[in-house]
């Protein structure tokens, strides 16, 4: 045997070990005192970064996009992130601590815990791979390779989307249904699991509440991607206290953790064949989805600041601020707006921006596109089922509410007849 296959299966084992309940040392991790005030030179001295690659850098009315890097950090998230990036530790060790300290802030049930993976899509990925695999090292080699294996992933016609691509990157199919008695019919000794795509709630049949009822009934493994749908923060334990047995989070949207970081929340057993499915591992499905020693701390001080927040004031503020942008765009002639806060998935208040066509001479698609190279350039969205422009202010900065409104009045009276 080589050096590295025993370092493989070494490091394959001592997970299984720290999994199965190995305490962690007590240690003062952070105990270096570093000054916090350190001068840049070279790339990054003129403090934008952006500006210095020639990439421009926007004023953000979309929301937590992916696309646009999800959200801005906080700087006590900063802190202690620079704190853990002084140090070595053992990852999965790290990742067995963090996962209690989270299921603890959260007040999860009892056998749950929590995982930090790069981005609610890597959860979605290493909880199927656990699922299939369990703690088989042979499975966890082979995969995609479903030999032996379950392989087939139940979900709602409705609820297919892009990202369940990350289902079946792990060779799974996925089998469509619609009703409840199609999934009688669909269930068998094939079935993995059943998932759940949150934001899709409305569209299918079967509901939030009674899909891991009826998974129970199965005896099968239950997901929710409930990736966006944090506010209300109350999710963070509601479906597993609902009986999902898996729930993956985004970590750099409300919650405003590392965007490269999201949660796998869910049974302990399940989590732990997530993360021997998943980096630091090799000859794993999901090497190449790694999450840092920083990430994983900041995701537990990410959470420990969303906890803390007063979630009823900052909507409230966020409402104040599309209604300050209102008043002024509202001023133009044909224009109009309205407020809605969506059901699920970015649930925070929003304002739709219409105006009366034989008065302004412009598209929604047009003014988008016109804002977006506008200096500063501005990223607001056409509304997918709704007319006009689509604004939320959670992640604007402050004072930047103040220069859209501008900008809007002016992009406005500019294409007035």
């Excluded at 570093?34 to 070279?42: D, F, L, N, P, Y």
């Excluded at 939030?208 to 099968?220: F, G, S, T």
Aim: hydrophobic share 40%; aromatic share 6%.
């Amino acid at each position: 045997m080589s050096l590295k296959e025993k370092w493989n299966r070494r490091s394959f084992l001592e997970t299984l070990a720290v999994i199965a309940g190995v305490a962690l040392a007590p240690a003062k991790l952070f105990s270096l005192n570093r000054s916090a005030g350190t001068s840049v030179t070279g790339f990054g001295q003129s403090g934008n970064p952006y500006e210095e690659l020639g990439v421009t850098t926007v004023i953000n009315g979309e929301g937590t996009m992916t696309m646009l890097g999800g959200s801005v950090l906080r700087p006590e998230l900063e802190a202690v992130m620079a704190q853990a990036g002084r140090h070595f530790v053992s990852i999965p060790d790290l990742e067995v601590a963090a996962g209690k300290r989270i299921a603890e802030m959260l007040k999860l049930p009892d056998g749950y815990t929590a995982l930090v993976t790069s981005g609610a899509a890597a959860a979605i990925q290493s909880g199927l791979a656990g699922i299939l695999t369990g703690d088989n090292e042979t499975f966890i080699k082979q995969l995609p390779d479903l030999t032996g294996m379950k392989s087939e992933v139940i979900i709602q016609k409705s609820h297919r989307n892009p990202f369940d691509h990350q289902l079946r990157s792990t060779g799974v199919k996925l089998i469509e249904i619609e009703s409840r008695d199609d999934l009688h019919k669909a269930v068998g000794p094939r079935t993995a699991m059943m998932h759940f795509t949150n934001f899709a709630n409305a569209a299918g049949q079967i509901k939030v509440d009674e899909w891991p009822k009826l998974a129970k009934q199965y005896n099968v493994p239950c997901f929710n991607d409930a990736a966006a749908d944090t506010p209300p923060v109350s999710h963070l334990w509601e479906y597993t206290k609902i009986g999902y047995d898996l729930v993956a989070f985004s970590g750099g949207k409300a919650i405003r953790g590392p965007q490269c970081a999201g949660l796998l929340i869910g049974r302990t057993d399940l989590v732990a064949n997530a993360l021997l499915n998943n980096s630091p591992h090799e000859d794993t499905l999901g090497r190449s989805q790694k999450v840092g020693k920083e990430e994983i701390v900041g995701m537990v001080k990410a959470l420990e600041l969303y906890l803390n927040e007063d979630h009823d004031a900052l909507a409230k503020q966020w409402q104040d601020q599309l209604e300050g942008i209102s008043r002024q765009i509202t001023h133009v002639t044909g224009v109009s707006t309205s407020f809605f806060v969506p059901d699920i998935a970015n649930h925070v208040p929003h304002m739709q921006i219409t105006w009366d066509s034989s008065r302004i001479s412009f598209t929604p698609q047009e003014a988008s596109k016109l804002l977006r190279s506008s200096r500063p350039s501005i990223v607001i969205g056409t509304g997918e089922d709704r007319r006009g422009l689509v604004v939320n202010s959670f992640m604007l900065q402050p004072g930047e509410d103040k220069i859209v409104a501008q900008q809007l009045v002016k992009l406005f009276r500019e294409h007035s007849a």
